[in-house]
């Protein structure tokens, strides 16, 4: 019963998915060109949205509840893949596309309620922390590692600040958005 009920969940929040498809698509593509690293993401992303379309689409006539929950997983995480990509290219910390793993957490809360919604936001939130990271690491020297660290920890520092402020903003939404997902059902 409980796969059931997701499904159905799962059904109605198939525009806001193809919406995120939409806007990460025209990010990738049209305000970044298309940049080689991210073609496979893209690509591992859009197969991943055509799949649970198409599984959603069949789900009436067949069996397909424990597959559209993989394919709906498998969705969120190259989604955030994607998005870890763009946030990396555009600017790291200041990146203005940060918003949009604020879309990724909404939608879980629509398919997984608030301890998904809450699973998704601690994966957002260690994602942009990796890539904020990422970011101020210039080469692979240990070094660069631990000062970089560093730099990201220290007290003074906006980027601490920037890095706090969005893991916040992150877990607010995830809680306001899966407590109000939890009050529809």
Same mark, same amino acid.
């Given at each position: 019963?409980?796969?059931?009920?997701?499904?159905?969940?799962?059904?109605?929040?198939?525009?806001?998915?193809?919406? =995120? !498809?939409?806007?990460? !698509?025209?990010?990738? #593509?049209?305000?970044?060109?298309?940049?080689? $690293?991210?073609?496979?993401? @893209?690509?591992?992303?859009?197969?991943?949205?055509?799949?649970? #379309?198409?599984?959603?689409?069949?789900?009436?006539?067949?069996?397909?509840?424990?597959?559209?929950?993989?394919?709906?997983?498998?969705? $969120?995480?190259?989604?955030?893949?994607?998005?870890?990509?763009?946030?990396?290219?555009?600017?790291? #910390?200041? =990146?203005?596309?940060?918003?949009?793993?604020? @879309?990724?957490?909404?939608?879980?809360?629509?398919?997984?309620? @608030?301890?998904?919604?809450?699973?998704?936001?601690?994966?957002?939130?260690?994602?942009?922390?990796?890539?904020?990271?990422?970011?101020?690491?210039?080469?692979?020297?240990?070094?660069?590692?631990?000062?970089?660290?560093?730099?990201?920890?220290?007290?003074?520092?906006?980027?601490?600040?920037?890095? $706090?402020?969005?893991?916040?903003?992150?877990?607010?939404?995830?809680?306001?958005?899966?407590?109000?997902?939890?009050?529809?059902?």
């Amino acid at each position: 019963m409980a796969v059931t009920d997701r499904t159905q969940r799962i059904g109605w929040f198939v525009p806001l998915r193809l919406g =995120s !498809f939409i806007i990460l !698509f025209a990010v990738v #593509v049209f305000w970044m060109r298309y940049p080689q $690293f991210l073609h496979f993401y @893209l690509m591992l992303y859009s197969v991943a949205t055509l799949a649970l #379309v198409v599984l959603l689409a069949l789900q009436r006539r067949l069996r397909v509840t424990r597959a559209i929950a993989i394919v709906t997983a498998v969705q $969120f995480l190259t989604e955030l893949a994607l998005e870890s990509g763009i946030i990396y290219a555009t600017g790291n #910390v200041n =990146s203005p596309f940060s918003a949009l793993f604020i @879309l990724t957490i909404v939608a879980a809360a629509l398919a997984y309620r @608030l301890v998904g919604t809450l699973i998704v936001a601690s994966l957002v939130s260690l994602a942009y922390t990796f890539i904020i990271w990422l970011g101020l690491t210039s080469t692979a020297d240990p070094e660069f590692s631990l000062q970089a660290l560093g730099t990201i920890f220290s007290a003074r520092d906006g980027v601490f600040y920037a890095i $706090f402020l969005h893991i916040l903003i992150f877990y607010l939404v995830a809680f306001i958005s899966g407590y109000l997902a939890e009050r529809l059902k």
